[in-house]
């Protein structure tokens, strides 16, 4: 359903996405970096504190580096993904930005 609103939204990444908003991967050297894993906030959170860290910050990453009307649709898009995180908290966004630390003994 991401994908979807965000390809109707003609966002350049939505497009290489699958049905479920995941990555479709290929192997023909298209892609400079592939992620095997996807995972969500929640189940990261989880990941961290079972391990002993403490969320200091878990949030959207505005990855885009654009300007002029590119930048404008990117902030857009952005900003509305960053409402939906703040009042239904859920990422609905392509990236998770998670900062930790390591817990004290």
Do not use: W
């Amino acid at each position: 359903m991401k994908a979807r609103f965000l390809s109707l939204l003609k966002f350049q990444k939505a497009y290489h996405h699958g049905s479920l908003g995941l990555p479709k991967l290929v192997l023909d050297g298209s892609l400079s970096e592939i992620h095997m894993s996807h995972f969500t906030s929640p189940v990261l959170r989880k990941f961290l504190e079972k391990n002993r860290f403490e969320v200091v910050e878990d949030t959207l990453d505005q990855f885009y580096a654009e300007s002029g009307p590119g930048k404008l649709k990117n902030d857009i898009i952005y900003h509305f993904c960053m409402a939906v995180k703040k009042i239904f908290d859920r990422n609905i966004y392509f990236t998770i930005l998670a900062i930790a630390r390591k817990k004290d003994r």
